[in-house]
C-alpha cells in the first residue's frame, strides 16, 4: 500500500511537470509565432517604389588605360643641370619649372649685347649732330648749315651774274651806236661770262651740299638700323637666358625623372616624362562583328578592380580603321573623365559601349536589397497593404544609388528601405515615401 501511494506520486508528479512543460511550450510557440500574432508592433519603415526605366545596350569589352598625353620634357638649349624641382609622383601645373640649366654664359652674352645697343644708340646721336639735328629730329636739307651757305652762295653768284649781263646789254648798245669804244664793251662782255661762270660754280657747290647732308642723313638710318640689330640680339640673349629654365608643358604628374643636378643635357635629352591623365585614356579591343555599332561620341562606361564599387564615364574618341589580323578586333580609344585623378595609366579595366537599341528595367534603390547569407541570395520586401511580403531577386546592374532588378519585383511596387532587419513574412508595418 505504502509502495503503491509513493508510485502514485511519483507519477502525479511527473504528470504535473509535463503538463508545466506543456503550457511552457505553448507559450513560447505562441510567442514564436508572433509574426502571425496580434501582440507583435508595427515595424516603422522608409519606403520607395520600383522604378522602370529604359536601359540602353552595349556592347561590353576590356581594355588598358593609357595618358591623354605624354612628354619627354626636353631642355632648348644644351647645358649643365643646376637644378631639379620635381620627383617621380609629383603634380604640376601647365608652365611650372622643372629643371633649371647653367644660364651664366648666356647672360654675358647679354651684357654684350645690351653694350652693343648703347654703342649703336651713340652712333645715331653723333650722326644727328653732325647734320645738326636734334634727337629723332626730322631731315631738311635746307637746313643745313653747309647747304644753307651754299645756297647763300649761289645766290649772291646768281645775283652777280643779272648784273653782269644787263652791263653787258647796255654796253652792246652802247657799242652799236658808237658811243663807246669796242675795248670797254668787251671789259663789260668779259664780267658777264666770269659772273656766268661763278654761278654755275656756286650751283654745282650747293648741289654737292644737298648731296653730302643727304649721305650724312642716310649715316643716321644706318646707325638706327645698327640699333634694332643690336636690340635682336639683346633679345636672342634673353631668350637664351629664358630657355635654360625648363617648363612643364601642360598639368600632368611626373612619371619619370631621368637627370639629376651636374649632368649635362642637350636638346635631345629628356629631363623628365609628364603624363596628363585628366581625362584619361582608354584603348579597348572591340571584336570585328560589334565595329559597326560603334560610332565617334558614343557613351562610354568603365570599371577597374581597384574602384569595384564605381563606374567612370566618357565618350568614343576614335575607331581604329583597321583589324588586327591575329585577334580580327580593332582598337577603340575613348576620354574618360578623372577629374580625381583616381585612374591610372596602366589600369586594365572593362568597358560598356552604348549602342542602338535598348529595353526597359525594374530599378530599386541599394538601401532596399539585403544579402542573405544563410541561403546565399538577395531579398526585398515588397509592401502589400501595409504588410512585408519577402521576394527573392535576381540583381542586374548597377546604376548609380540603385540596383536592376532582373525577377522579383515589378514596376510601381513599393518595397521597404529601412529598417530591414526587423522585417519578416507578413510583418505589419508603417511606411510613408
Known amino acids: 500500500m505504502r509502495i503503491k501511494l509513493i508510485l502514485g506520486l511519483t507519477v502525479l508528479t511527473t504528470a504535473a511537470a509535463a503538463f508545466s512543460a506543456c503550457g511552457s511550450l ?14 507583435n508592433p508595427v515595424v516603422s519603415i522608409s519606403t520607395a517604389k520600383a522604378e522602370a526605366r529604359e536601359v540602353p545596350a552595349f556592347i561590353q569589352a576590356t581594355g588598358s ?21 620635381v620627383n617621380i609622383g609629383d603634380f604640376v601645373g601647365a608652365g611650372k619649372v622643372i629643371a633649371r640649366i647653367d644660364d651664366r654664359d648666356a647672360r654675358l652674352r647679354l651684357a654684350e649685347s645690351e653694350a652693343s645697343v648703347k654703342q649703336a644708340q651713340a652712333a645715331v646721336r653723333a650722326a644727328e649732330a653732325r647734320l645738326g639735328l636734334s634727337p629723332n629730329g626730322k631731315f631738311n636739307s635746307s637746313s643745313i648749315p653747309e647747304v644753307r651757305a651754299a645756297n647763300a652762295n649761289y645766290a649772291q ?15 652792246r648798245d652802247l657799242v652799236e651806236s658808237g658811243d663807246i669804244a669796242m675795248v670797254t664793251y ?7 661770262d666770269t659772273a656766268r661762270a661763278r654761278a654755275e660754280s656756286a650751283k654745282q657747290a650747293l648741289e654737292t651740299a644737298v648731296n653730302a647732308a643727304k649721305q650724312n642723313n642716310e649715316s643716321i638710318r ?9 636690340r635682336a640680339q639683346a633679345a636672342t640673349s634673353r631668350q637664351a637666358i629664358e630657355d635654360t629654365i625648363i617648363r612643364a608643358p601642360f598639368s600632368g604628374f611626373i612619371s619619370e625623372r631621368q637627370t639629376a643636378v651636374g649632368e649635362y643635357v642637350t636638346s635631345s635629352t629628356p629631363v ?43 565618350t568614343v574618341t576614335a575607331v581604329n580603321p583597321a583589324l588586327d589580323a591575329a585577334s580580327r578586333s580593332a582598337i577603340v580609344e575613348a576620354q574618360i573623365e578623372n577629374n580625381d585623378n583616381s585612374l591610372r595609366a596602366g589600369m586594365f579595366a572593362t568597358a560598356r559601349i552604348v549602342r542602338e537599341g535598348g529595353s526597359t528595367g525594374i530599378f530599386v534603390p541599394k538601401s532596399a536589397v539585403y544579402n542573405d547569407q544563410a541561403t546565399q541570395s538577395f531579398r526585398v520586401f515588397v509592401i502589400v497593404e501595409n504588410v512585408a511580403k519577402l521576394r527573392v531577386i535576381q540583381l542586374g546592374n548597377e546604376e548609380n544609388d540603385f540596383y536592376q532588378i532582373l525577377t522579383g519585383v515589378n514596376a510601381d511596387e513599393v518595397v521597404a528601405t529601412g529598417n530591414l532587419d526587423q522585417l519578416y513574412e507578413g510583418a505589419k508595418v508603417s511606411s510613408g515615401f
Open 186 to 192: 668787251e671789259q663789260y662782255r668779259t664780267n658777264r
Open 272 to 314: 623628365a616624362t609628364i603624363l596628363r591623365s585628366n581625362p584619361i585614356k582608354i584603348q579597348i579591343q572591340v571584336a570585328e562583328g560589334d565595329i559597326p555599332q560603334i560610332a565617334i561620341g558614343r557613351g562610354v562606361s568603365i570599371q577597374v578592380d581597384a574602384f569595384k564599387d564605381r563606374r567612370f564615364g566618357g
Open 65 to 85: 588605360l593609357i595618358a591623354d598625353e605624354t612628354s619627354n620634357i626636353a631642355p632648348k638649349t644644351a647645358g649643365k643641370i643646376v637644378n631639379v624641382y
Open 26 to 39: 505553448r507559450a513560447d510557440d505562441k510567442n514564436a509565432a508572433g509574426p502571425a500574432g496580434e501582440q
Open 222 to 230: 644706318t646707325a638706327e638700323a645698327a640699333v634694332e640689330s643690336a
Open 157 to 171: 653768284a646768281l645775283a652777280e651774274l643779272r648784273q653782269a649781263e644787263a652791263n653787258e646789254n647796255r654796253y
